[in-house]
């Protein structure tokens, strides 16, 4: 009988230990939902940019040569005439007093052609000579002419690049760049100087790829300019035809409407009327209903006949202080998991958070203590033993 007891009880054991033990089923948790439902969101562009004048001329000599003297500095205005800089004006000296001496020659030689002329012209009058000889000695007249005009036209030649030896300001302005420093060798049309000429003024801002196609030629733009604080107005002159190599945006030129623009390179803030949009209905979530799911935005949805959640991907748009405007994945009436998204898992049952109402807690009594009589109850055992006693 004990073997019969024992071999039964060996076998629940055996069997008990080989039994799984259940899963421990998911807790339910409390989450916070909302609903989603449209609201008006105004959309505005704005972009910063430079103020810059409309003509930009960099200058530099018509020849080259050695600086040997630079007159204009960097923010300093020069006037339409003024001497800028200058290249060594030896060589080309030296060049026009060859082209001189190369007329006087040639001067010379015409003279003497002419002289000839007039003599055989007499003598062929008189029948001396042919009539082939004379046009020998018209031939060399014409030749010895030909030869002064081009010495002439050379000697202008040098005299011009004598005078390119100094660089001149074409119109007033103001220098924003200096580009070449006494002492260095340039060669010609290599910029010395930038000048930013007086007159209109435009702002110059870079746009990106996507929204380079909604700026059109004479739209209207607000200026707002930072160091004064004060508003402008604009129309759009120019529009780059290419992108940047470097940062793929494209340049926009506006040309301001004052008499009184912005010092040059003052940094001002352009709103496109272009671009702006007010009143439009779009759907918005605060961000703490966002999540990441790899490399998608994702926000859990509820299924209230079932209280689960399941996993929905969005796209952003953009962000409205502390919310995303939302531009698909999601429809007015739908409910969305607004706090605690980091805590949940696909098909997970919910229940919506309901605040409970604090209790009110009555104050505490006041316990008044005798510091008299405390101190005589803590001698009152001390005294005791010696009344005893």
Same mark, same amino acid.
């Given at each position: 009988?004990?073997?019969?007891?024992?071999?039964?009880?060996?076998?629940?054991?055996?069997?008990?230990?080989?039994?799984?033990?259940?899963?421990?089923?998911?807790?339910?948790?409390?989450?916070?939902?909302?609903?989603?439902?449209?609201?008006?969101?105004?959309?505005?562009?704005?972009?910063?940019?430079?103020?810059?004048?409309q003509v930009e001329s960099r200058l530099g000599f018509r020849v080259g040569g050695k600086i040997i003297r630079r007159q204009a500095d960097l923010g300093q205005r020069v006037q339409?005439?003024?001497?800028? $800089? #200058? &290249? /060594?004006?030896?060589?080309?000296? *030296? %060049?026009?007093?060859?082209?001189? +001496?190369?007329? !006087?020659?040639?001067?010379?030689?015409?003279?003497?052609?002419?002289?000839?002329?007039?003599?055989?012209?007499?003598?062929?009058?008189?029948?001396?000579?042919?009539?082939?000889?004379?046009?020998?000695?018209?031939?060399?007249?014409?030749?010895?002419? $030909? #030869? &002064? /005009?081009?010495?002439?036209?050379? *000697? %202008?030649?040098?005299?011009?690049? +004598?005078?390119? !030896?100094?660089?001149?300001?074409?119109?007033?302005?103001?220098?924003?760049?200096?580009?070449?420093?006494?002492?260095?060798?340039?060669?010609?049309?290599?910029?010395?100087?930038?000048?930013?000429?007086?007159?209109?003024?435009?702002?110059?801002?870079?746009?990106?790829? /996507?929204?380079?196609?909604?700026?059109?030629?004479?739209?209207?733009?607000?200026?707002?300019?930072?160091?004064?604080?004060?508003?402008?107005?604009?129309?759009?002159?120019?529009?780059?035809?290419?992108?940047?190599?470097?940062?793929?945006t494209y340049p926009v030129k506006v040309a301001l409407a004052t008499r009184e623009p912005p010092v040059l390179g003052a940094t001002v803030y352009v709103q496109p009327q272009g671009?702006?949009?007010?009143?439009?209905?779009?759907?918005?979530?605060?961000?703490?209903?966002?999540?990441?799911?790899?490399?998608?935005?994702?926000?859990?949805?509820?299924?209230?006949?079932?209280?689960?959640?399941?996993?929905?991907?969005?796209?952003?748009?953009?962000?409205?202080?502390?919310?995303?405007?939302?531009?698909?994945?999601?429809?007015?009436?739908?409910?969305?998991?607004?706090?605690?998204?980091?805590?949940?898992?696909?098909?997970?049952?919910?229940?919506?958070?309901?605040?409970?109402?604090?209790?009110?807690?009555?104050?505490?009594?006041?316990?008044?203590?005798?510091?008299?009589?405390?101190?005589?109850?803590?001698?009152?055992?001390?005294?005791?033993?010696?009344?005893?006693?």
């Amino acid at each position: 009988m004990n073997k019969t007891a024992f071999a039964v009880l060996s076998s629940a054991l055996l069997l008990a230990a080989c039994s799984k033990s259940a899963p421990p089923e998911e807790p339910v948790r409390a989450v916070k939902v909302m609903t989603v439902g449209t609201d008006s969101f105004a959309t505005t562009y704005e972009f910063a940019g430079e103020v810059k004048a409309q003509v930009e001329s960099r200058l530099g000599f018509r020849v080259g040569g050695k600086i040997i003297r630079r007159q204009a500095d960097l923010g300093q205005r020069v006037q339409a005439g003024q001497v800028l $800089a #200058q &290249l /060594d004006p030896q060589d080309y000296k *030296l %060049a026009a007093d060859a082209a001189r +001496a190369q007329v !006087a020659a040639a001067a010379t030689q015409r003279d003497l052609a002419s002289a000839d002329y007039k003599r055989y012209k007499e003598l062929r009058d008189q029948n001396f000579i042919s009539g082939a000889e004379l046009e020998r000695r018209e031939t060399t007249l014409k030749a010895a002419q $030909a #030869q &002064l /005009d081009q010495a002439q036209s050379q *000697l %202008a030649v040098q005299g011009n690049q +004598a005078n390119y !030896a100094v660089l001149v300001a074409d119109v007033s302005g103001v220098v924003t760049a200096v580009e070449a420093e006494v002492g260095q060798v340039v060669a010609a049309g290599t910029p010395v100087l930038r000048i930013a000429a007086d007159g209109p003024r435009d702002v110059v801002f870079s746009v990106p790829e /996507d929204k380079v196609a909604a700026i059109k030629v004479g739209m209207p733009v607000k200026v707002r300019v930072w160091a004064q604080n004060a508003g402008l107005e604009g129309k759009v002159r120019e529009v780059g035809a290419s992108a940047d190599p470097l940062t793929r945006t494209y340049p926009v030129k506006v040309a301001l409407a004052t008499r009184e623009p912005p010092v040059l390179g003052a940094t001002v803030y352009v709103q496109p009327q272009g671009l702006s949009a007010a009143g439009v209905q779009v759907i918005k979530l605060p961000t703490t209903a966002l999540r990441q799911e790899g490399r998608s935005t994702a926000v859990w949805v509820l299924d209230k006949a079932s209280m689960t959640v399941k996993s929905q991907l969005i796209e952003v748009a953009t962000a409205d202080g502390n919310e995303a405007v939302v531009a698909s994945g999601l429809q007015p009436g739908m409910l969305v998991v607004s706090a605690g998204v980091h805590v949940l898992s696909p098909g997970q049952k919910v229940t919506i958070y309901q605040p409970k109402v604090a209790a009110a807690l009555s104050p505490p009594a006041q316990i008044a203590i005798n510091p008299v009589a405390s101190a005589a109850a803590a001698t009152l055992p001390l005294a005791a033993p010696a009344a005893a006693k």
